[in-house]
């Protein structure tokens, strides 16, 4: 089955920086990947996705790229602010029946 | 809409003990989803259901874990007995095609079990 490997497990950033969020995957097969974001005490929410046939995807401060080659993905996040401290975490799928999560990032967003 | 409902937010319990949590999802979803987190294993993918019919239940970490959907705005999640090594946050979350791939999820349920 599908594995997903995240790095960092921890990431500490200051307001105002770049923080980038890793992950590879095994299956080849998968075609869509997702990352949520899991503020304290809620579910995981959808911040982006991206789908097999795009390289890159941006939405405001957030963007993702996706290495189909290298089976690798990342999330980028530019001019961190305190309220984007959460735990992020990557997914791979051929559809979300198959949704395999990685094992999450903290990031924490220092003032 | 209100999202996704999950009850209760918390619950402890003594080992050997049945625990059922439920989840209401939102309407107009045609699948449902039974998430299971902790630290050591992530998210893991318990079983899901389609227009209220199990379709995968291998997540399911063995026959003390059951989960049924009687209609579409319902589904319970049944641990008979509870161990310690079932405490997690359990999250339920759901889906329609319309949307693409886009999960909605719950805010869990936190399950200690001494």
């Known amino acids: 089955g599908e594995n997903v490997e995240q790095h960092p497990s921890t990431l500490s950033v200051q307001e105002g920086d770049s923080a980038v969020i890793k992950c590879t995957y095994s299956d080849s097969a998968s075609n869509y990947f997702p990352w949520y974001k899991q503020e304290l005490g809620k579910g995981p929410q959808l911040i982006i996705d991206i789908r097999s046939n795009v390289g890159e995807k941006k939405d405001q401060r957030i963007a993702v790229t996706l290495n189909k080659t290298a089976k690798h993905f990342s999330l980028h996040i530019t001019e961190t602010q305190p309220e984007d401290s959460a735990v992020y975490f990557c997914a791979a799928s051929v559809g979300y029946s198959t949704l395999t999560f990685g094992k999450g990032t903290m990031l924490l967003v220092s003032p | ?114």
């Open chain 2, 1 to 114: 809409d209100a999202g996704v409902i999950q009850s209760p937010r918390h619950e402890v319990t003594e080992m050997g003990q049945e625990v059922t949590l439920r989840c209401k999802p939102i309407s107009g979803h045609d699948y449902l989803f039974w998430y299971r987190q902790t630290m050591m294993r992530g998210l893991e993918l318990l079983i899901y259901f389609n227009n209220n019919v199990p379709i995968d239940d291998s997540g399911m970490p063995e026959d003390r874990f059951s989960a049924k959907m009687p209609n579409a705005s319902f589904s319970t999640l049944k641990i008979q007995p509870s161990e310690p090594r079932d405490s997690a946050v359990y999250f339920c979350a759901s889906a329609v095609v319309g949307l693409g791939e886009k999960l909605f999820f719950g805010s869990g349920t936190q399950l200690s079990v001494l």
